[in-house]
């Protein structure tokens, strides 16, 4: 096994690079034809990770939703939906959300030490609180998936999570879908926060593949000079 596992981003954004609309109301970024490709890469991945603020603002479940992938999965001796992951500095997380309470698979919750004995009392039985440090990284996050047995990891948002990863070069690929309108309000959450990367040539990214799914299109890049072919 591996430091860490083989990491898949996954995200969704207006032209101008919006994950939201900075309003109450949810965007929908994308149709059914790549939600249904969504849930082919999340068939393929041992574990899915988000953010806790993912997981309060969209309430998710985070299942393989095709029962074909589903028996597939469990005919290779796998569980039917991968672990759910999530990480969280305040522990503030609803047992009754449908990311614990949708599925019967394992799921992960990392936190900070000074709250772990409260997300503990919160959850219950909801999920395995792991003490991540004080302060933690997610480059522990992922070596601890790593000895769980998790190769293949699919990261979902939010903006954060999928910024932090990158900056810190833990991500392998990145598939990312533009939707075919704009957003333009400066108080939304963009895929990538101002003043992460300060510009260099050593963040560009190779273009594996480009298409168009429905009405958005699929750019997959390559970020770890692996042609992504794992």
Known sequence: MGERPWTVLSCSTSLDGYLDAGTAERLVLSGEEDLARVDAVR??????????????????RLLVRDPAARRRRLAGGLPEHPVKVTVTA???????????????????????????????DRLGGAATVVDAGS???????????????????MVEGGGRVLTQLLVAGLADELHLVVAPFFVGDPGASRFVGAGAFPWDAAHRASLVEARPVGDVVLMRYDLAGSGCRR
Do not use: M
């Not at 991945?45 to 953010?51: E, K, N, S, W």
């Not at 503030?92 to 004995?117: A, E, I, N």
């Open 43 to 60: 068939a393929s991945c041992d574990a899915i990770l988000v953010g806790a603020g993912t997981v309060r603002a969209d309430d998710p």
């Open 135 to 153: 302060p933690f990284g997610l480059r522990d996050v992922l070596g601890d998936l790593a000895a769980r047995g998790i190769a293949r990891l």
């Open 90 to 120: 305040s522990g503030d997380l609803d047992p009754g959300g449908r990311f614990f309470s949708h599925g019967d698979g394992t799921k992960l919750v990392y936190c900070d030490t000074g709250v772990v004995d409260r997300t503990r």
